[in-house]
């Protein structure tokens, strides 16, 4: 049998256990949207590099807006060319290279 002043522990470590869990769900989501936008970003950034390659700094910039990013820039290098691309506070980079065609 308990004791008269060991009741409703039960109670007060079940409010702890639901709070951390409630904390670390929480945590997880946050994790896993961030992790979201980068993955956005960089599809983005990839999707504008080889726009950029094939049709120009206009083209990246179509590419990076359809993607939902904004283009922060577009550096040409020969027939290369980097571009970094914004979500929010997440960044990408990519790189394309113009390559001689399929055949």
């Known amino acids: 049998m308990c004791k008269k002043d060991e009741r ?12 951390f869990m409630v904390a670390v769900a ?3 989501t946050h994790v896993a949207a961030a992790a979201n ?3 956005e970003a960089q599809t983005a950034a990839d999707a504008a590099a080889l ?3 094939s049709a120009g ?5 179509t590419a990076a807006t359809a ?4 283009l922060a820039s577009v550096i040409h ?7 970094r691309v914004t979500i929010g506070s997440r960044s990408a980079k990519a790189r394309a290279k113009l390559t ?3 055949g």
Not at 67 to 70: H, I, K, Q
């Open 37 to 39: 936008t980068q993955a």
């Open 57 to 61: 700094d206009r083209g990246a910039r």
């Open 77 to 83: 290098q020969g027939d290369e060319v980097l571009v």
């Open 67 to 70: 993607n939902g990013a904004d």
């Open 51 to 53: 726009a950029g390659v």
């Open 8 to 19: 409703g522990q039960a109670v007060v470590i079940a409010a702890f256990l639901v709070g």
């Open 100 to 102: 001689g065609g399929l």
């Open 26 to 28: 929480i945590l997880v």
